[in-house]
């Protein structure tokens, strides 16, 4: 019994309080997911059997990563394996262009493994992958590189801008585009090296004003704006 719980125990010394603020993030979006898929359709009882089982293989499959990651994670591989993984994740960011879109948006690959429906959102895996991109290329850099900042920051920063051009263009949703962006501007805001503290208050000044130009367009002359533009149209135009 003490191997088993063993085998599905983070690694030791890992931050207790991190993996109890996961699991528990997790389980209250499994139970949102859950109930959301409840309906008064004839067929509901069977709609929420196959989204329960969905929902908890994807959350066994997210634990077992998590686990899997606190005991084998090697910064070093990492550092070797970082660009191969950026590579396939472009990939998968355009598999999605191969499956129908819903709602406008093409962001998602669909899959219907014994008869069963699952979609796979690449750029959700984007963002996990990008974090791990910023922390080899920005936050391991030594104190005494002759590098530049722009030097430090230009490989990571055009596989981001790919990965956003891919998510706000080619897949059309704007929604995963932003929140993708402002996750990496968060992340390139951590690393203290003097070099590319100027880039920083950039990306500081940017935040700021994409938060003022966000609330503007919230307004009804924004509204006004973007109707005009013709950039959104219809349902996108109600969901901004």
Same mark, same amino acid.
């Given at each position: 019994?003490?191997?088993?719980?063993?085998?599905?125990?983070?690694?030791?010394? /890992? +931050?207790?309080?991190? #993996?109890?603020?996961?699991?528990?993030?997790? %389980?209250? =979006?499994?139970?949102?997911?859950?109930?959301?898929?409840?309906?008064?359709? /004839?067929?509901? #009882?069977?709609?929420?059997?196959?989204?329960?089982?969905?929902?908890?293989?994807?959350?066994?499959? $997210?634990?077992? =990563?998590?686990?899997?990651? /606190?005991?084998?994670?090697?910064?070093?591989?990492?550092?070797?394996?970082?660009?191969?993984?950026?590579?396939?994740?472009?990939?998968?960011?355009?598999?999605?262009?191969?499956?129908?879109?819903?709602?406008?948006? *093409?962001?998602?690959?669909?899959?219907?493994?014994? $008869?069963?429906?699952?979609?796979?959102?690449?750029?959700?895996?984007?963002?996990?992958?990008?974090?791990?991109?910023?922390?080899?290329?920005?936050? +391991?850099?030594?104190?005494?590189?002759?590098?530049? =900042?722009?030097?430090?920051?230009?490989?990571?920063?055009?596989?981001?801008?790919? *990965?956003?051009?891919?998510?706000?263009? %080619?897949?059309?949703? @704007? =929604? /995963?585009?932003?929140?993708?962006?402002?996750?990496?501007?968060?992340?390139? @805001?951590?690393?203290?090296?003097? !070099?590319?503290?100027?880039?920083?208050?950039?990306?500081?000044? %940017?935040?700021?004003?994409?938060?003022? $130009?966000?609330?503007?367009?919230?307004?009804?002359?924004?509204?006004?704006?973007?109707?005009?533009?013709?950039?959104?149209? $219809?349902? !996108? @135009?109600?969901?901004?």
């Amino acid at each position: 019994m003490k191997k088993i719980l063993k085998f599905f125990r983070v690694r030791e010394k /890992s +931050d207790i309080w991190i #993996s109890i603020a996961t699991i528990s993030l997790a %389980l209250f =979006g499994l139970v949102m997911a859950i109930s959301a898929s409840m309906t008064t359709a /004839s067929n509901s #009882s069977k709609i929420l059997i196959v989204t329960t089982i969905k929902q908890f293989v994807y959350f066994a499959a $997210g634990y077992g =990563g998590m686990v899997f990651a /606190s005991k084998h994670f090697n910064f070093k591989k990492l550092k070797n394996l970082i660009f191969p993984i950026s590579i396939i994740m472009i990939v998968l960011l355009l598999s999605t262009l191969f499956f129908e879109e819903v709602n406008g948006a *093409q962001a998602w690959i669909r899959l219907r493994p014994a $008869g069963i429906s699952f979609t796979i959102q690449p750029s959700e895996f984007a963002k996990l992958t990008s974090i791990l991109l910023a922390a080899v290329f920005v936050g +391991d850099v030594s104190l005494n590189t002759q590098r530049s =900042g722009t030097e430090i920051l230009k490989k990571p920063l055009y596989i981001i801008f790919i *990965q956003a051009f891919i998510i706000l263009i %080619l897949q059309s949703d @704007l =929604g /995963s585009a932003i929140v993708f962006l402002l996750i990496m501007a968060m992340v390139l @805001l951590i690393p203290a090296h003097p !070099k590319i503290k100027i880039h920083q208050n950039i990306v500081i000044i %940017l935040f700021i004003l994409g938060l003022v $130009g966000t609330t503007f367009l919230l307004t009804d002359k924004g509204l006004a704006l973007i109707e005009s533009v013709g950039i959104f149209k $219809g349902y !996108k @135009l109600a969901r901004f």
